[in-house]
């Protein structure tokens, strides 16, 4: 058996999304889990499309996500260069052997010319096929002219390691060009000679490429290539499943979730289950366990739903999982700027009671803030009178005041410990004969400013006794 090796192939054209991201993450997965090599080359030949950086911020957003690349584009590895545009002259030799074996020819026709081929083939409502007009005695190709593949078309039937056994007619395969005249070759060419000699024994690529796969077969045939394990994963779906997932379905940038807090492993995992499962209920998977758990036979066929808000659950579950040291390291620039004068224990305190419900990072300054400055009277007040609140809304102020002013007298007396906290408050709530809805909300909005705090027992006792004291009796003067 040789080792397993496996690549991510990407053009410089763009941003990286999620449905991009799959393909490089489940090549990375086999190759990981086979411990073989999983290796970077850039696709770089289609320069009218080439968006300058794109080539930098795939690479960093590979980093960022722990998809490391054993060689490849940065690193290099003894198959180099792994950018195609570096390779031009062995595209040429390869194309070259095929002219000599009768398999290529050089394109003599004009755009006029294919014009006039195309409007023939029409008029006798025949398809249009290069391989019909093939030249008789083509020039000699001197590199100037489209280098093409003088196809032979057959049925095929082949295995991909997801889709399963799929066939197609003859019809499927035409001659097609390898190498334009501008000296580049096409995708179609390139990447076969290039998995062959890096020795890629799998091509992970998405579903767009299925139709050409035929192509791709009968040039392996002319090159007397194997051709490795295909595996083509189905289009990763916007979120009402009927349509490839495009920036308009919210497909950001995979950067963009590093700037707003999510962590890496969270992606990781909610690109893994994008149509993939173990075959258990199990959701929340570390990468590790990904890499021991994954298996192509379980891959599914038909496209992966994007869901965002799974997304985020699957964060806040990776957030809950963390341990606070850990957790701490990874928030240092999301803090609100207030937090800068605190110390590190008081920002850990307040870290750990908002864990639970911390979804990404960039909601840590309107999740804390208030523990680090005094929310705003305006704040407070809108909160104290909110139509919306169900419950304070059916109360008049002076009820209102009346229940705060009860559990300020009660907090006065409190050790601000958090089982004494627990006790007085939950105590007051019989003796007053009213509910938290009602009064640990008026507590709540006092010492917050906030519709939404961590639990309000933990709040007070990080926030301390004089904190909460004052903000309550501010509440009462409103
Ligand atoms: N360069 C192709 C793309 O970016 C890669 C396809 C492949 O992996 O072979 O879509």
Known sequence: MKPVRTRFAPSPTGLLHVGGVRTALFAWLIARQAGGSFLLRLEDTDKNREVSGSGDHIQESLRWLGINWDEGISIGGKYGPYMQSERLAIYKEWGQKLVDAGRAYADPYTAEEVDAFRQEAKAAKQPFLYRNHRPENPPAWDGSQPLRFRSDPKSYTWQDAVMGELSTGPEAIDDFILIKSDGYPTYNFCHIIDDFLMECTHVT???????????????????????????????????????KLSKRDGAKDVLDYAREGYLPEALVNFMATLGWNDGTEQEVFSTDDLVAKFSLDRVQKSGAKFDEQRLLWLNGAHIRALPLQDLYARTDTFWPESAGGYEEDFRKQVLSIVQERLKYFAELPSLTSFFFEEPTTEAVQTLLYDESNKQLRKLSPEQKQTLLQAAYKELEQSDFSFTDLEQRLNNLLVTLETKPGILFSLIRIAVSGAPFSPALFDTLHVLGKDTSLERMQRALTL
């Open 205 to 243: 690529r998405s579903q767009e490429f299925l139709a050409s796969v035929p192509k791709f077969l009968n040039l392996y045939e002319a090159l007397d290539i194997t051709p490795p394990t295909l595996v083509t994963l189905p289009f990763v779906m916007g979120p009402d499943g009927k349509k």
